[in-house]
């Protein structure tokens, strides 16, 4: 073979392996390429990752202030244990006059009785009744009434048991740590005169007739 034609026959030796070079370049590429995208995927829907994600993003948003220490309410919406304050601040301006003895809000669908206790010095309310004669719906479901009631006790609060009063009454008997730390003195006191009662222990009264319940009443102690 002469010279010319082994040239020519190298350079097309080297075309055909720059060609398969090249092919498998851009076949890796693509390999890789498309693991990237799998694998972007797979942690898209890894629920590990995309809770991490979404606890970053919210541990850097502020928490707006809304005038209320969550430390100082007592209940998830204003109730029994929280004071007259945190109460007006959730529920409005007190619609009685000062020397009512019985505050109303809410257009007389929610009443509150207050009393500065010994101990701890703060105005707190010790009596909540819910009036659901003054709405629109003057009668509720047991399971409506208590889900009512849920809102206005100590968050805390542990159901000891339940009992009926009488033919128009029933009662359910819990007991809260965060209450009888807000009414301390009040409890001090009830305990001397009663050894029986524990401390932090509250009832909530079912009012009912023939069409259902139409008021709950929420009191200290267990004395229906």
């Not at 995927?41 to 991490?52: C, Q, R, S, V, W």
């Not at 244990?81 to 529920?91: M, S």
């Not at 009036?131 to 849920?150: G, L, M, N």
Request: with cysteine.
């Amino acid at each position: 073979m002469g010279i010319h034609n082994k040239r020519l026959l190298l350079m097309a030796g080297c075309m055909v392996l720059s060609v398969t070079l090249t092919g498998c370049g851009e076949s890796n590429k693509e390999n890789n390429e498309g693991q990237n995208a799998i694998e972007a995927i797979n942690t898209a829907n890894d629920p590990i990752a995309t809770d991490e994600a979404v606890t970053s993003s919210k541990a850097n948003k502020p928490v707006k202030n809304q005038g209320i220490s969550i430390d100082s309410l007592v209940t998830k919406a204003g109730g029994l244990g929280d004071t007259k304050e945190i109460i007006e601040q959730i529920r409005g301006a007190d619609e009685n006059g000062q020397d009512a003895g019985i505050s109303s809000y809410q257009n007389n669908s929610f009443l509150a009785i207050y009393a500065e206790d010994d101990v701890t010095k703060k105005n707190t309310a010790f009596n909540i009744t819910l009036s659901f004669e003054a709405t629109d719906t003057p009668r509720r479901s047991v399971k409506e009434a208590i889900r009512e009631a849920s809102s206005v006790i100590p968050s805390d609060a542990v159901k000891v048991k339940e009992y009926k009063v009488d033919e128009e009454r029933d009662a359910i008997q819990y007991k809260s740590k965060l209450l009888s730390e807000r009414l301390k003195g009040w409890y001090d006191l009830n305990g001397q005169n009663n050894p029986e009662s524990m401390p932090g222990t509250f009832i909530v009264i079912l009012k009912h007739d023939k069409e259902g319940i139409f008021s709950v009443v929420v009191n200290v102690g267990n004395n229906p």
